[in-house]
């Protein structure tokens, strides 16, 4: 596309943007508002919206909107006209620095953790500059932060901000205290690799479980699925393709840097890989990608699945946020070198995140515990839900090295050989990837794969954050008066790796073996999101959040009742959404067709005794003892969910009942409805096959 450069970010209010609307120290102003955390007064932000406003219905705006992120785990905002009456039936068009800087929408209509009762309804959004604003569907987005009335945090962003200048604090000392006196600020930095299904809108449209609860409850598995491995990388769909191109379009004009787009392993799953940025801003593109991703599959007749596990029996979707940090001199902190047992700088920052990793494996597993992702980790296409370490061969052998205190020689980087003449020989890199790791090392970042494809990417980016961020305050505070800055370096990197190398895996993290060798290292294996929450508010991670003014002690735990909650109800919704389509569709559809066997047996009999009818009374007495089971099933569902409140004393209490109590009966009716599936006639079963999901667009 020829004009792609002039449509990248032409819906952006970006820093070109700026520069040409704004005047010249009003633009300097917002600049160390931004860059440098400068308080931004009234004035300068009158002058920013008048501009924002102008630039905004130039390109046929009538509203605008405060976009937040609240703990739904969606984005929300209301929609405000620029219009302002001016008598004589006229109106114009107005926006001011105190609309821009703060909106009021009801704090307590949105998930809080018992912060706000219903009567407390006020809450605030107050701008974000550090993001800019964009259009989208004829509106001025402004992306902001979220609280209540009395200033508790009730949004995933807030969180972010505070901890990406945590670790910018305690990482620009250490790098003060190594010499390196020309930075002024360190940004954590992410890439979102986002895969996602897209099915036939039609067919959702039939699939009541999908759009209640974005999952199939029911399915029997396709005649074909992954096993051929043809999918993976194929050529992509004409449909698919001209749906990506759109997607891909609409992104680059709100300057979101997708790269890549690919087919994934499952049948019917892509995957969208964005250029990294900001932890901050990586977080709003991921948000906006997918909303993107849905509204124009929309236009394309398809449905966007953003579900961890749609699909039962084939892989589910992940989310690997490529996690990294870099000064504001261009450095790339995890960059490291060509001699990295050299490089003291990268040795200990990665000493940092190694012990960060090991004392707060709990709370990396907790970001990314959800009703979705308990269906899909520890399966064959994504991490186990046991928290590890993979730093690769060369790495690995340069941190023993260290352990051991004996020398270190680097195998290098080796050629490969093609063979072939008119193929260029090139350079292997020294160590290979690791798709069973959760937490990987990837030459200069660390790819967190554990995360589910819904999840919104700020909560495990504040954790890291915040987690790294309270590593090296310790560390600074241990080398700051050493007197030997070298040797005391050294020694404190021998130290934590040493006392944190339990958590390094080098290995098949799939394998029965590492399950029980990670218990013996004293690893945590929470296998299910009630266990994982059940550490959300051990002292040490409440004590991690307070001191470093993450969050309050309220804040904290609420976010804990808030996720508990929310998955509880999650699956309650899909339990009742079960019971439905069991009871208003598959039972009925079942016994249609036993009756169609039935009239089709006694038709024969009539006609002649001599008749064979074992094909038709094989089949009914088959699905008649599963229709009563079946049934039975559905009894035994219902009587769980209804026995529901009689664990509700705390929301873990009730979480775990769901998952114990429900999810197991779910499981049970499903296998049960799977295999009637299977033996029911095609035109009697009421809704789409797996076959017919996954292969039809």
Known sequence: M????EMFGSNVFNDRVMQEKLPKETYKALKRTIQQGMPLDLGVANVVANAMKDWAVERGCTHYTHWFQPMTGITAGKHDSFINPVGDDRVIMEFSGKELIKGEPDASSFPNGGIRATFEARGYTTWDPTSPAFIMDDSLYIPTAFCSYTGEVLDKKTPLLRSMERINTEAVKILHLLGKTNVNRVLTTVGSEQEYFLIDKAMYDRREDLMLTGRTLFGAKAIKGQELDDHYFGTIKTRVSAYMKDLDNELWKLGICSKTKHNEVAPAQHELAPIFNTSNIATDHNELTMELMKKVAEKHGLVCLLHEKPFKGVNGSGKHNNW???????????????????????????????????????????????????HRLGAHEAPPAIISMYLGDDLGQLVQAIIDGTEYVSKGKTKMLTGVDVLADFKKDTSDRNRTSP?????????????????????PNYMLNTMVAEELSQFYETLKNANHLDEAVRALIKKVFTEHQNII???????????????????????????????????????????????????????????LEIYAKQLNIEALTMIDMAKRNILPAVSSYMKELTDLALAKK????????????????????????????????????????????????????????????????????????????????????????????
């Open 2 to 5: 020829s004009n792609l450069p």
């Open 324 to 374: 990294s940090m870099s000064t504001d001199t261009g450095e790339n902190l995890l960059e490291p070198g060509k001699n990295p047992e050299n490089n003291l700088q990268f040795l200990l920052f990665l000493a940092a995140i190694v012990k960060a990793v090991h004392e707060y494996q709990d709370l990396l597993r907790i970001t990314v515990a959800t009703a979705g992702n308990d």
């Open 439 to 459: 937490f990987a090392f990837t030459g200069n970042k660390f790819e967190f794969r554990s995360l589910g494809s819904s999840l919104n990417i700020a909560c």
């Open 505 to 563: 895996f080098n290995g098949d993290n799939y394998a029965e073996e590492w399950i029980k060798e990670a218990e013996r290292r004293g690893l945590y294996n929470l296998k299910s999101m009630p266990d994982a929450h059940a550490h959300f508010t051990d002292a040490k991670n409440v004590e991690l959040f307070v001191k470093n003014k993450i969050f309050t002690e309220q804040e904290f735990k609420a976010r804990c009742e808030i996720e």
């Open 606 to 697: 009539a006609l002649s005794p001599l008749i064979p009818t074992m094909m038709e009374e094989t089949a009914i007495v088959s699905l008649s003892e599963k229709l009563v089971a079946f049934s039975q099933k559905i009894t035994a569902l219902e009587a769980a969910v209804a026995a529901a409140p009689q664990h509700s004393d705390d929301n873990l209490t009730a979480a775990r009942y769901y998952h114990d109590g429900v999810l197991s009966v779910m499981e049970e009716l499903r296998a049960i409805g799977d295999s009637m599936e299977s033996e029911t006639a095609a035109k009697y079963w009421p809704y789409p096959t797996y076959t017919e999901m996954l292969f039809s667009v």
